[in-house]
């Protein structure tokens, strides 16, 4: 088989960049190793920045977003029992960002894809690109007992942080940045009247909160937990109780509390795979890069990637021109680096660090004051939340 774009995973990143190119005429294959219910099984956050809701319009995927999606025009921040607002429309010059699940936005790219009768191969096993640095570059699979081979211009490793793809870049070439965090968030969603109707970034001596929603009949609420806990340690009953603890009261009061319908811990981790590209390979979204979810970076950094590598493509095939596939790497590193930044800062100044000096634990709470004292530090927050440029 032959194709031009091989994209290894389908995930948002993937089917994103299958169905932009499509439209414009560019062949691709998707492989990916799950079923498709497996992939759309899987629960992820829910906060799209506006670049990343325009991306879904130009790959005709907009619909339903534009339709069930919520806009949100700021945020509230809890501390020492009150609530600040941050003004995302007032502070960002006028933008906002889509409340819309990541499983939803990808059952949408799916369908989207069927529509157009793009090729996704789903239990693709022992996915394995080759060749990266010559003109012939392939990928190899296995679909049940059969093995195949995909001849390609280009490989797209859009595989998340456990794929292929970034393996595949020798080791003396690919340098990688990493930081884990000694906490994770217990998350659990629940058919339940969200709290508040705009998202509530929670500090609190006893961790950290989100209080976040999928739809007015659908919340999605998080706490900070020891990396050491279990799922299986937290009743629901617990969660609701520590949720309450850590919000201001009249939060806590006004919270409706009911049986969980998902309830899982996911550890937080910072990290950066560099370069981008190697010869014919090009790393996208999870693959290259991962924050921890408190920015609501993750998905949106993905985009730029995909918005970068899409132009690019385009000027390959359409104009002869690769000025943009090679300063890809460069290019999105570039924003990836602001989106980690924002996303460490966030994440250190609302969560409860084990040992932290109290020199350092003052500067947090400074840091606090200073944002909500001054309109240039709220801008400096809003411009990121709902995304820098491209
Ligand atoms: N072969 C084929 N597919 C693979 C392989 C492999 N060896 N390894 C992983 N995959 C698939 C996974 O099953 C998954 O469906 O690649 C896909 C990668 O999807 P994601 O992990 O969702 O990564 P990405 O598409 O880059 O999405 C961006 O932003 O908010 C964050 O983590 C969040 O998924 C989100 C990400
Ligand atoms: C979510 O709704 O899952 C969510 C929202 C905002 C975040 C992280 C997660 O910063």
Redesign the pocket.
């Known amino acids: 088989m032959k194709t031009q774009v091989c994209i290894?995973?389908?995930?948002?990143?993937?089917l994103m960049l299958s169905q932009l190119l499509h439209l414009k005429g560019i062949e691709t294959v998707v492989?990916?190793?799950?079923s498709r219910d497996y992939?759309l099984s899987r629960i992820?956050?829910g906060v799209l920045e506006h670049g990343f809701a325009k991306l879904m319009r130009e790959a005709q995927c907009g619909e339903r977003m534009d339709r069930e999606g919520e806009i949100h025009d700021g945020f509230y921040l809890a501390h020492d029992g009150k609530m600040d607002r941050l003004d995302l429309h007032k502070y960002s010059g006028g933008n906002s960002v889509m409340v819309y699940g990541?499983t939803e936005l990808t059952r949408d790219l799916y369908e989207a894809r069927d529509r157009m009768k793009g090729v996704v191969i789903h239990n693709?096993q022992d996915?394995q690109p080759h060749e990266l640095k010559s003109a012939k570059s392939y990928v190899t699979y296995r679909v049940g007992h059969e093995d195949h081979r995909l001849d390609c211009d280009f490989i797209i490793g859009?595989?998340?942080?456990?794929?292929?793809s970034r393996k595949s870049i020798p080791a003396d070439v690919l340098k990688e940045y990493e930081k884990v965090y000694p906490f994770g968030w217990l998350g659990v969603l629940s058919r339940t009247k969200p709290v508040s109707p705009e998202l509530i970034y929670a500090k609190h001596e006893r961790g950290f909160a989100l209080c976040s929603l999928r739809s007015q009949i659908l919340s999605r609420y998080y706490i900070q937990v020891p990396l050491s806990d279990k799922v299986e340690d937290w009743s629901d009953d617990a969660f609701w109780d520590e949720l309450k603890r850590r919000l201001p009261a009249e939060v806590a009061a006004q919270l409706i509390t009911g049986p969980t319908i998902e309830k899982s811990i996911a550890p937080l981790r910072s990290f950066v795979a560099e370069p981008m590209r190697y010869g014919n390979l090009f790393l996208?979204?999870?693959?290259a890069h991962i924050v921890p979810p408190t920015g609501a970076r993750?998905?949106n950094t993905?985009g730029s990637d995909i918005h970068y590598l899409y132009q690019a493509m385009l000027d390959h095939y359409q104009k002869g021109d690769s000025t943009g596939l090679d300063h890809y790497s460069e290019k999105a590193l570039a924003r990836v680096w602001k989106a980690q930044r924002f996303s460490w800062w966030l994440t250190t100044l609302l969560h409860n660090f084990p040992d932290t000096p109290e020199y350092d634990q003052k500067l947090k709470e400074v840091d606090l004051a200073y944002l909500f004292s001054s309109d240039a530090a709220q801008r400096s927050l809003a411009e990121n939340y709902v995304g820098l440029p491209y």
């Open positions: 290894i995973g389908g995930g948002p990143s993937g492989l990916e190793r799950q992939v992820r956050a990541q693709a996915v859009a595989d998340g942080f456990h794929g292929v996208a979204g999870d693959a993750g998905l993905a």
